[in-house]
């Protein structure tokens, strides 16, 4: 299993991003998929999930300006980010949200700064 992440850039505080994560070796179909941080000298946390049904679950700090989806048919999972705020500096990562994790890809850095 291998995850790409992109998408990162430095945006102003209420601005907006959409990252992307295409996955490979396995497909994202049957699996709970989610979206980790890590802001800078802190621990990576879960920020966002979807499960095979289609069901998101949020973290409270992004809950009502985060969205994640996702696309099958490209094995893509995508976090929209709106109303982003300084807080939201951070790696951003897709990986598993269940069970044994599988390899980290290099994350995309997103930087909210005016």
């Known amino acids: 299993a291998q995850f790409v992440e992109s998408g990162g850039g430095l945006v102003q505080p209420g601005g907006s991003l959409r990252l992307s994560c295409a996955a490979s070796g396995f497909s994202i179909n049957g699996y709970t998929i989610g979206w980790f941080r890590q802001p800078p000298g802190k621990m990576r946390t879960g920020a966002a999930c979807?499960?095979?049904?289609?069901?998101?679950f949020y973290a409270d700090s992004v809950t009502g300006r985060f969205t994640i989806s996702t696309d099958n048919a490209k094995n893509t999972v995508y976090l929209q980010m709106n109303n982003l705020k300084p807080e939201d500096t951070a790696v951003y990562y897709c990986?598993?949200?269940?069970?044994?994790?599988?390899?980290w890809g290099q994350g995309a850095q997103v930087t909210v700064s005016s």
């Open positions: 979807i499960n095979s049904p289609g069901r998101t």
């Open positions: 990986n598993k949200a269940s069970g044994n994790m599988w390899p």
